[in-house]
C-alpha cells in the first residue's frame, strides 16, 4: 500500500496548533504517512517545529487573522501584501493538491472553500464556530453548501452542543470528540521555582508581537494592583512566547521596574518570573488566571481554572474579543471592563481575583464547565483515525 498522504490547511496560530497535535498523532498511528501544510495566515512556526514541510510563501500580517473583530485592520492586510499572497497560495494549492489523498483543514469558511476548490476529498475541524455565542450558529449560504458536499467526509466541532446544532440544521456528518488544543498540556516537570505555601496566578499575555508586549505591561500593572489588596501570599508565573521574552529589558525600563533572566522586579521587591517553555507547567499549577489571549484561555478554562480578563488595545485580544469569549466559555471567564483597561479597570480587577481566590463553591463549578465547554483530552486522536480511514476509504 502507498504512503498515506495528507495536506494540512489552517488559518490562524490556534489553527496551527490544533493541527500539530493531529500529525502528532497522525504519526503515532502511522510513521510512514507523507505530510504538507500550507498555514494561510502567520508563518507556520508549529508546522516548522514538526518537520512538516510548508507548501506556500507566508508572512505573518497585521490582523493575525482577526479581520472578523475589526474589519479596518483587513485594509492593513492588504497594504502588506494579502492579496498577492492568498494568489500565490491558492495558485501553489491548485497544483500541488492533486498529489495528496486528502485535506485537513482547520478553522472556518476561508480553508473549508479553499478545501472544496481543490476537488479533493477534506476533514474540517470547524474551530471557529460555536453554537455558545448565539444559541444557534448562522451558517449563511455558502458555509453549508462546502460542509454538506460529499467530499466533505467528517465534520469535526469545538463542543458537543455545536454538533448538535449543526445536525439539527442538516449537517448530519457533525460530531464533538474532544478538540485537539486540550490534548499538549501534560506539564513537562519544569521546575517554576514555585513557594508550596503561595498560590500561584497564571500570566497570559497571548502570542503576537506587539500585541503580547503591550499586553503584559498592562497585566504588570494589575499584579502591583492586586500585590496592594491581597490579603494572601500570590506568586506570579507568565507564559511568555520567546520573542515577548526578548522584549522584558524594554518592558521593565518603562514600567521602572528590573529585570535579570525572565525576573521581573518592581521597586518593592514584587516578583513576577516569565518562561518561554513552561506553558502547559504553568496552567497546571495555577490557582488562577489572568488572560489575554484566545486559545491559552480556552485551554486553561479546559483545564478547569477561573479566568480573569481585561481588554486590550487589540488587534486581537479587544473587548468585542473578550465578550465574544465570555459567551463561548461561560461562567469560568470573568470580564473586566468595557474599554482597553485603564487604572479603574485594573482596580477592578483585582479586587475580583481576590474574590474569586476565596469562593470555593465558584472554583468547583469551573471545574464542571471546564469539561463541558471544551471537553477531554483525546481529541487529537480521534480526528486523526478518521483521517487515515477516510483516506483509506477514498483511495
Not at 460529499?150 to 454538533?163: G, I, N, S
Not at 518603562?254 to 518570573?273: A, D, S
Request: net charge neutral.
Amino acid at each position: 500500500m502507498n504512503n498515506q498522504r495528507i495536506l494540512f490547511l489552517s488559518n490562524g496560530h490556534g489553527e496551527d496548533t490544533c493541527n500539530g497535535e493531529i500529525i502528532k498523532a497522525l504519526l503515532s498511528l502511522d510513521a510512514n504517512v507523507e505530510m504538507a501544510a500550507v498555514p494561510i495566515v502567520g508563518e507556520g512556526n508549529i508546522y516548522q517545529g514538526l518537520g512538516v514541510p510548508i507548501l506556500t510563501p507566508t508572512r505573518t500580517l497585521p490582523s493575525g487573522g482577526f479581520l472578523y473583530m475589526n474589519p479596518w485592520v483587513f485594509f492593513k492586510d492588504i497594504a502588506s501584501g494579502l492579496i498577492g499572497l492568498l494568489g500565490k497560495q491558492l495558485q501553489i494549492i491548485g497544483k500541488q493538491a492533486a498529489y495528496y489523498d486528502i485535506l485537513m483543514v482547520t478553522g472556518d469558511i476561508v480553508v473549508a472553500a479553499i478545501a472544496y476548490l481543490t476537488r479533493k476529498p477534506y476533514i474540517i475541524f470547524l474551530s471557529a464556530y460555536s453554537s455558545y455565542y448565539e444559541g444557534k450558529l448562522n451558517l449563511g449560504l455558502i458555509l453549508p453548501f462546502l460542509l454538506k458536499s460529499p467530499r466533505c467526509l467528517v465534520v469535526f466541532t469545538r463542543d458537543q452542543f455545536t454538533a448538535e446544532d449543526l445536525q439539527n440544521q442538516g449537517i448530519k456528518n457533525a460530531q464533538f470528540v474532544g478538540t485537539p488544543m486540550m490534548d499538549n498540556l501534560t506539564p513537562r516537570g519544569v521546575n517554576l521555582n514555585l513557594d508550596s505555601e503561595s498560590l500561584m496566578i497564571a500570566i497570559l499575555p497571548g502570542s503576537r508581537i506587539p500585541e503580547a508586549r503591550n499586553n503584559l505591561i498592562l497585566l504588570l500593572k494589575l499584579v502591583e494592583a492586586i500585590d496592594q489588596i491581597s490579603s494572601q501570599k500570590i506568586q506570579f508565573r507568565v507564559a511568555a512566547v520567546a520573542s515577548l521574552m526578548a522584549e522584558l529589558d524594554g518592558i521593565a525600563r518603562g514600567l521602572n521596574w528590573q529585570h535579570q533572566n525572565g525576573r521581573l522586579t518592581n521597586k518593592k521587591g514584587l516578583e513576577v518570573i516569565c518562561y518561554s517553555d513552561s506553558f502547559a507547567d504553568i496552567l497546571n499549577a495555577a490557582n488562577l488566571v489572568i488572560g489575554m489571549a484566545g486559545t491559552a484561555n480556552e485551554q486553561a478554562v479546559g483545564l478547569g481554572k477561573p479566568v480573569i480578563t481585561i481588554p486590550g488595545n487589540g488587534p486581537a485580544f479587544t473587548y468585542r474579543f473578550a465578550e465574544a469569549q465570555l459567551r463561548l466559555l461561560g461562567l469560568s471567564i470573568q470580564l473586566i471592563g468595557t474599554k482597553p483597561a485603564d487604572d479603574f479597570i485594573l482596580n477592578q480587577a483585582a479586587q475580583k481575583v481576590n474574590q474569586t481566590l476565596e469562593n470555593t463553591e465558584y472554583l468547583k463549578l469551573c471545574l464542571n464547565n471546564g469539561e463541558q465547554r471544551m471537553g477531554k483530552p483525546g481529541g487529537s486522536l480521534k480526528i486523526a483515525n478518521f483521517v487515515l480511514i477516510g483516506n483509506r476509504e477514498n483511495t
